[in-house]
């Protein structure tokens, strides 16, 4: 009969998620995050690969937990204007939660990557590049909707908010408050075009 594993995989994962996201994927070695998974490193690599596929499936959870708010918004909200809203203040939130790393892993994980974790970070730059285009299909919608004017600049309109949804998580790392970014999302959406007025 096969030897069960000693450590709970879930926590242990959890635990890596919070090194990657604390520390960036290149400056958190194997050492520390055996010390705060504690296990061994033969059942790191036993149950997640190596270093990489562990960051990898690190990463898939923050998605599905921590970082699921911009996704739900942007189904759940009726405009794109209140769903760009609702995302800049859950962002206010979720990037100063004193229970866990400030910001956004999938923004501050490849800070400071080398030429050997380039991969890593062209990897999270196409999350936040995917972050961006979903902004921009959802303001389009509008535009295409009549909710926003024909002369509304969608892609330019996405950048812009993208450009504030990550300036916020490095403003959380640098120790800005909840408060502090919820006055800088207000300031953000008085860049909203005009909504067009319903037709009588």
């Given at each position: ?20 996201w ?6 958190t070695?194997i050492?520390?995050?055996t ?12 149950a997640?690969g ?6 990898e499936?690190?990463?898939r959870?923050?998605?599905e ?11 759940e ?8 809203e609702r995302i ?7 990037y100063?939660?004193?229970g866990?790393?400030h910001?956004?892993?999938i923004?501050s994980?490849?800070v400071?990557c ?12 196409l999350?936040?590049e995917a972050a ?8 389009e ?10 002369s509304?600049?969608a892609?330019?309109?996405a950048?812009?908010?993208?450009a ?9 790392r ?8 919820e006055?800088?999302a ?13 037709h009588?």
């Open positions: 009969m096969a030897r069960q594993r000693a450590f709970d995989r879930d926590e242990a994962l959890d635990r890596a998620l919070r090194a990657f604390r520390h960036g994927y290149e400056a070695s050492a520390e995050l010390a705060v998974m504690d296990i061994r490193p033969p059942s790191l690599y036993a997640f190596d270093k990489r596929r562990l960051f499936e690190a990463l959870r923050y998605q937990s921590y970082g699921a708010f911009t996704a739900r918004a942007l189904a909200e009726p405009t794109a204007r209140e769903a760009i800049l203040y859950e962002a206010a939130d979720e100063t939660d004193p866990h790393p910001g956004c892993m923004i994980a490849a400071n080398g030429p050997e974790s380039s991969e890593v970070e062209e990897g999270l730059r999350k936040r961006k285009a979903a902004l921009r299909e959802r303001i919608r509008d535009v295409t909707a009549g909710l926003l004017p024909p509304a600049d892609a330019a309109l950048a812009y908010y993208a504030v949804i990550q300036g916020m998580s490095t403003q959380a640098d120790g800005a408050s909840r408060d502090e970014l006055r800088t207000a300031l953000a959406m008085r860049a909203w075009p005009a909504t067009t007025p319903p009588p």
